[in-house]
């Protein structure tokens, strides 16, 4: 067994609920482990108790015991734990230190007094060489994880814990990982992966489930993710049915784009022409990097026109102001840790409404839709990346503006939350708005889009 | 702007000199600008520009200048034309603003710009060229704990990550229809002051998430080639 968890129950400091209740697991050798569950439910929880972050680092109140490859996490140090386990944490960009990729893995070769020929060995295992002398930073999202991934390498761990690792890849990306953690499940590795992607986690030979703290579900049954009961524990079926949709195309005409070229040190978008009619449901696709967040911070002069000409609702984006414009357009971001910024739920959406002249009728109803009511008055900042998604949703919605742009929506959201924003979504789409949505994963959306846009290499199609 | 006080790859022999050379003559550069007169200075400043320029870095090196260029060094010089006399004598007085065109002022104004330009432009030329790892490896052998060097380079980074959280906070601000350039001087004040917690709970945040994972990569075990 390389690990061997007996009883373990944890609470955080302060904490009024514990985050993982009597947990009983062992996992041998080489077995690829999917740890599946809503969010909140303790699974990066269980994930730190595993590398001894807890109980060394986080305080509280710790019973039972975890034992990896023999050793008690209590009375080792994190540094003699992880020799046998390594993490890809969910923000993964935080494990990055250096300004070059080869730095990055040296910094873990002199950190264990390792031989410095291991760093070639494992450029080219994960096939980074080309990548050496780079900013880590400026590597695709899929890139960042292989560095740190090679990093975990240097030292040869027996498990691979990885937590959330595709919410940021696009479909290419995520296949290259997958084939990268199969490759080293093949190797004897013991792979754990923390996901809510039931897709990517298909070739796992073991499916945990985790709801309030409990294991509920532990089986190796290769057929488990397909079927239908699954959605009852919060866990997405693999095949699930986001429903199909009539296609209604308007001949409205609300959003024109015409001949929109961008430049930063190279060319990212070149002569795009697109045209969105009232009320329609675009879904705009393409690879990480490929210019499609760009082109919709167009749309709501978050980037200002070099060439080309952007017309909405007969008017040209220059004569709209600032206001006007987000007025019009509501604008949700990718990463929800960004548009949260001031210090309660309920002031960060009353910002919209007071910074729009906007009177506060729709404040409450805000919170009640988006199930916020009762954290009306918490910190924002103190909540999962899920929620915090849903905070920043109900921050720009509330406004209920005509046109509504989605970048990424579902990346942090369980299944829940997923199918609560696709029905919301629907609900809008139904009163008429215009929505556009930038996504890695179409299926979501196939029972609202009308028509689909790809981006690729600064160009666009229309699928 | 993540990345602009960073070092990254080069060519140059700034980049090939030992991390230990450079430590020393920058300060060395820092004790020749603290003692020299006007003209010194220009030449000094002349050899940065040389440096610069010789080592690639001259297009982030204006834009990282930029801002001291137009409005530090114009507002020093411009303040010693019309105040130096007010912080001269014996007992100069700190609030006694009386206007007055001064020749000496424009001389020390100059002379204090430039000084400070010097000063900074050395050490972003420091960073710039300097592998934060090499340094730390440097420093290790001379028994200086790794965890003072890593503290460093740590702060030198997360000034990046700051001011990269702040560009993404006004433009969510943007995006919801307050853009904090399109207000007047007290409500941009007041709009920066509100960002202050924000920012430090995504620094806070990001710090611990940080600690954790020095941890992870073994930062400090026994086993390892750096000493805290």
């Known amino acids: 067994m390389v690990i061997e968890i007996e009883n373990l129950s944890f609470s955080f400091l302060g904490a009024k609920k514990p985050a993982l209740k009597n947990i009983n697991l062992r996992i041998k050798r080489g077995e690829f482990v999917a740890i599946l569950g809503p969010n909140g439910c303790g699974k990066t929880t269980l994930a730190l108790c595993m590398t001894g972050i807890i109980p060394h680092f986080f305080r509280g109140k710790l019973e039972g015991r975890v034992l990896i490859n023999g ?20 923000d993964y960009e935080s494990q990055l230190f250096f300004p070059r ?29 080309p990548l050496l002398k780079r900013n880590p930073l400026e590597l695709s999202e899929g890139e960042k994880q292989r560095v740190i991934i090679a990093s975990i390498l240097v030292t040869d761990p027996d498990i691979l814990i990885l937590d959330e690792p595709t919410s940021q890849l696009d479909s290419e990306e995520r296949e290259h990982l997958l084939g990268i953690l199969r490759h080293l499940n093949a190797h004897g590795k013991t792979i754990i992966l923390i996901t809510h992607n039931t897709h990517f986690a ?8 985790i709801r309030d703290g409990r294991i509920v579900e532990d089986t190796r049954d290769r057929g488990f993710l397909e079927k239908a009961h699954i959605s009852d524990l919060g866990i997405e079926p693999i095949n699930y049915n986001w429903g199909n949709h009539k296609i209604s195309t ?28 009232n009320g ?22 978050l980037l200002k026109v070099q060439k080309g000409r952007i017309i909405i609702n007969g008017k040209g984006i220059e004569d709209y102001s600032q206001r006007e414009i987000a007025k019009l357009i509501g604008f949700i971001f990718q990463n929800p840790e960004h548009q949260i910024f001031r210090n309660s739920v309920e002031d960060e959406i009353r910002f919209t409404l007071d910074s729009l002249g906007l009177n506060e009728d729709n404040l409450n109803k805000t919170l009640e839709l988006f199930n916020l009511k009762e954290y009306r008055d918490r910190s924002p900042h103190a909540f999962s990346t899920g929620e915090k998604q849903r905070i920043a949703l109900a921050s720009v919605l509330v406004s209920e503006p005509d046109i509504i742009i989605l970048d990424e929506p579902m990346t942090y959201l369980d299944f829940e939350a997923k199918k609560h924003l696709i029905e919301y979504l629907r609900a809008i789409k139904e009163s008429g708005k215009t929505i556009i949505v930038i996504s890695h994963y179409p299926d979501y959306y196939k029972s609202l889009t009308d028509r689909r846009f790809i981006i690729a290499d600064g160009k666009i199609s229309e699928e | ?44 400043s002349v050899i940065i520009f040389i440096i610069v320029m010789y080592s690639g870095l001259t297009e982030r090196f204006l834009r990282q200048t930029r801002f001291f260029f137009l409005f530090v060094f114009p507002f020093i010089v411009i303040f010693q034309v019309f105040f130096h006399w007010s912080f001269a004598g014996e007992n100069p007085s700190l609030f006694f603003f009386n206007p007055r065109v001064s020749i000496d002022g424009l001389v020390i104004g100059i002379k204090i710009a430039l000084r400070l330009f010097c000063l900074l432009s050395s050490s972003l030329i420091f960073i710039m060229t300097t592998s934060p790892l090499r340094l730390m490896q440097r420093i290790s052998k001379f028994r200086i704990p790794a965890s003072v060097t890593f503290l460093l380079i740590f702060i030198n980074r997360s000034v990046a990550l700051i001011f990269n959280d702040l560009e993404r906070i006004l433009e969510a601000q943007k995006a919801r229809g307050f853009s904090i350039q399109d207000v007047g001087i007290r409500r941009r004040i007041l709009g920066y002051i509100a960002l202050l917690i924000p920012l430090l709970t995504i620094s ?14 073994g930062f400090g075990s026994k086993k390892g080639r750096y000493k805290n």
């Open chain 1, 280 to 301: 329609e449901f675009i879904l705009i696709l393409g690879k990480n990097g490929s210019g499609k967040t760009t082109l919709v911070k167009h749309l709501n002069k």
């Open chain 1, 202 to 209: 298909r070739y796992c030979s073991r499916f945990l489930v």
């Open chain 1, 101 to 129: 990729v080869d730095d990055e893995i040296r910094f873990q070769i002199e950190n264990f007094g390792i031989s410095s020929k291991k760093m070639e060995e494992i450029s080219k295992e994960m096939k980074l060489s």
């Open chain 2, 1 to 44: 702007m993540k990345n602009i006080f960073e070092y990254r790859e080069g060519r140059g022999i700034f980049y090939s000199m030992d991390p230990l050379i450079k430590v020393f003559l920058m300060i060395a550069f820092w004790i020749l600008t603290l003692y020299s007169e006007l003209s010194f200075l220009v030449l000094l």
């Open chain 1, 250 to 277: 308007s001949n409205d005409l609300q959003i024109t784009i015409r001949d929109l070229s961008y430049k930063v040190e190279r060319p990212v978008l070149k002569k795009i022409s697109a045209d969105i009619g």
């Open chain 2, 204 to 217: 806070l945040e990001r710090a611990q998430k940080q600690a954790i994972a020095l941890e992870l990569r």
């Open chain 1, 71 to 90: 050793k008690d996490t209590r009375e080792n140090e994190i540094h003699d734990i992880i020799s046998d386990v390594g993490i890809l944490m969910q």
